[in-house]
């Protein structure tokens, strides 16, 4: 199973991105989905998830702010970040909990990550 995420660059606090990441491979089912971030020095944190029924859960930080969704059909999520602010700047990944064919369970899987970068 690959994640591949796009969509990150530079921004001016207050500006906006969109990130998408794509699964592909030998996927019978896709439970959930997610971002997460990791800024320099600190944890990766959750930003936002949803699972394959349309169910979605936001860090408190990005709420208002951050809008994912998902396209299952095309195995597809993607994170509209708008009001952009410096402490938004991460690298930002994908996250899927991935069922393969042949397999009797779900898996975690990551991208690669994309660089989020929010100047003031």
């Known amino acids: 199973v690959q994640l591949q995420a796009s969509g990150g660059g530079l921004v001016q606090a207050g500006g906006s991105l969109r990130l998408s990441c794509v699964a592909s491979?030998?996927?019978?089912?896709?439970?959930?989905m997610g971002w997460y971030r990791q800024a320099p020095g600190k944890q990766r944190e959750l930003v936002a998830t949803i699972n394959s029924a349309g169910g979605i859960n936001y860090a408190d930080s990005v709420k208002g702010r951050f809008t994912i969704s998902r396209d299952n059909a095309k195995k597809t999520i993607y994170l509209q970040m708008n009001s952009l602010k410096p402490e938004d700047t991460a690298v930002y990944y994908c996250n899927a909990a991935v069922r393969e064919y042949g397999s009797p369970s779900y898996g975690d899987s990551w991208g690669q990550g994309t660089q989020v970068t929010v100047s003031s």
């Open positions: 491979g030998s996927i019978f089912s896709i439970r959930v």
